[in-house]
């Protein structure tokens, strides 16, 4: 791989930014172009907005071992030559290119308005050396507004109420969630969730998915944490054939950190 590139980061009182610029020069080829910068304001108001392109993954020579029987580049030069290498390479590896914004409003000390909008798009890729083409997304949008609290039912709890709408290349959706945080004493911490998404589906069916979640925390001398969740998922589907499915699933995970 040969490739030019570097990063830039710029940070004063107001604004701060952030750049990334990656050119393979042997495929002749944009890796990666990415911004990102936030503005504050007075009172502590927030603006961010951001741009990103890149390969998914990442342009090398080895993207064209995907779909291939051989497990080496070297193999591949038994039937292919350096140039066709580069062609299929080119054909596996889709770019993709998303655009964001959004801001952050403080109303007093404990509750905090966010919102952003993020437009995403992927591309096609070719058929060659005997693998099938792969779609595009076409545009995707994408659009969250949160309200975030603190201290609401007692001292030192967060509640997150999140409002959702996405229009994709497979449906359009709305939903809700809600997040909260609550300490029990100094040790314990509990963490309910409850998650509902509405799908209209482009096939012409619909989708309902609720998605409720408890996780229980327990700290022991600043340095050891263990967690036991617990939650579910219920999914509603009715189909433009008339079928109407119902089904549902639960997880139960214990897991732990340990800070040395």
Do not use: C, H
Not at 84 to 107: F, H, I, M, N, Y
Not at 109 to 114: A, E, I, R, V
Request: glycine share 10%.
């Amino acid at each position: 791989r040969r490739a030019l590139g570097g990063e830039l980061r710029y940070v004063d009182r107001r604004l701060s930014a952030f750049g990334l610029l990656d050119y393979d020069i042997y495929f002749d080829e944009l890796n990666i172009a990415s911004l990102l910068g936030t503005w504050t304001f007075a009172g502590g108001a927030s603006l961010t907005a951001g741009y990103d392109e890149r390969m998914v993954a990442l342009l090398t020579t080895s993207n064209a071992l995907q779909g291939q029987t051989a497990d080496s580049i070297s193999e591949l030069r038994d039937t292919y030559s350096n140039d066709e290498l580069r062609d299929l390479a080119r054909d596996r590896t889709a770019r993709s290119r998303s655009a964001t914004l959004g801001g952050a409003l403080p109303v007093n000390d404990s509750l905090q308005l966010t919102g952003d909008f993020t437009w995403l798009r992927m591309s096609e890729t070719d058929a060659s050396g005997g693998v099938e083409a792969t779609s595009g997304t076409g545009d995707e949008l994408y659009w969250t507004a949160q309200a975030i609290g603190n201290d609401v039912l007692v001292a030192g709890d967060i509640a997150v109420l999140a409002l959702r709408y996405s229009d994709t290349s497979e449906w359009e959706s709305v939903g809700t969630s809600l997040t909260t945080r609550v300490p029990i004493g100094t040790q314990w911490r509990v963490s309910p969730r409850l998650l509902f998404d509405y799908r209209m589906l482009d096939d012409g069916g619909d989708q309902t998915v609720v998605r409720p979640a408890t996780r229980l925390e327990w700290t022991w001398r600043q340095s050891l944490d263990l967690e036991l969740e617990v939650g579910g998922e219920w999914l509603g589907q009715d189909g433009d054939d008339g079928t109407d499915e119902r089904p549902w699933g639960y997880f139960v995970s214990v897991g732990y950190r340990w800070s040395f």
